[in-house]
């Protein structure tokens, strides 16, 4: 499967929304059967900065500041393991941007473990 295909354009964010509770949801829409290939992994990357250097532009500053955000990366099905050990590391780079990290795999939101 292509890298378009899992994860769609990578300099776009697929979703962001406003909840009723004044949080800032961005959701990351993975497609299919993410493998651990090195290109994935620096695909999936690629796109989650993209969505942490979005929260720090002037426009998102300027409609959202000091909203809590929250970056959902949303899997249909369990990932490659290598892709799990991956985004077990991600949390503390999000916190960095002051946004929290959601994982969800087939619709349930999970919390990974760094080993």
């Not at 651990?36 to 002037?58: C, F, I, R, V």
């Not at 249909?76 to 991956?86: F, N, Q, S, V």
Request: aromatic fraction near 6%; glycine fraction near 8%.
């Amino acid at each position: 499967m292509s890298i378009e295909n899992m994860f769609g354009e990578l300099d776009k964010i697929d979703i962001l929304a406003e909840t009723k509770t004044g949080e800032v949801v961005m959701v990351l829409v993975c497609n299919g059967f993410i493998d651990g290939s090195p290109e994935t992994q620096k695909a999936l990357l690629d796109k989650m900065e993209g969505y942490l250097n979005h929260t720090q532009s002037e426009e998102f500053q300027k409609e959202y500041s000091g909203w809590p955000v929250i970056l959902r990366v949303t899997l249909g099905r369990e990932p490659d393991e290598r892709i799990l050990a991956l985004l077990s590391k991600c949390p503390a780079w999000a916190a960095d941007y002051g946004v929290k990290l959601e994982i969800e795999i087939g619709g349930k939101q999970v919390r990974i473990v760094e080993s």
